[in-house]
Nanobody
Framework: QLQLVESGGGLVQPGGSLRLSCAVSGFTVDYYTIGWFRQAPGNEREGVSCFSGSTGAITYADSVKGRFTISRDIAKNTVYLQMNSLKAEDTARYYC?????????????????WGKGTLVTVSS
């Protein structure tokens, strides 16, 4: 059964770091477009960073470039998001999403599968 399970969220001070994990079962992480999305209260779910299933290329939202790094461990079938220099505006629920269609981009509408999310709160 296809499943994505996120972990690693929590409360962190501005400037701090967190590492999120997405454990995947039911498919391999290098087969579908897979990545991280976030949704703050009152906002739409937005793409943060993804691996393209068709090319393996990595994309980042402009707001996180230089601060966040996505990676994956194929042996563990897990995708990670290292978040450094966190800001209050990074506060959101972070979701792992996967899209099975060829050429799917890192947008929430392109994802077919979702985890339940993990909450990240950046506050002093």
């Amino acid at each position: 059964q296809l499943q994505l399970v996120e972990s690693g969220g929590g409360l962190v001070q501005p400037g701090g770091s967190l590492r999120l994990s997405c454990a995947v079962s039911g498919f391999t992480v290098d087969y579908y477009t897979i990545g991280w999305f976030r949704q703050a209260p009152g906002n739409e779910r937005e793409g943060v960073s993804c691996f393209s299933g068709s090319t393996g290329a990595i994309t980042y939202a402009d707001s996180v470039k230089g601060r966040f790094t996505i990676s994956r461990d194929i042996a563990k079938n897990t995708v990670y998001l290292q978040m450094n220099s966190l800001k209050a505006e990074d506060t959101a629920r972070y979701y792992c999403g996967a899209g099975r269609r060829w050429g799917t981009m890192c947008v929430s509408g392109g994802m077919d599968y979702w985890g339940k999310g993990t909450l990240v709160t950046v506050s002093s």
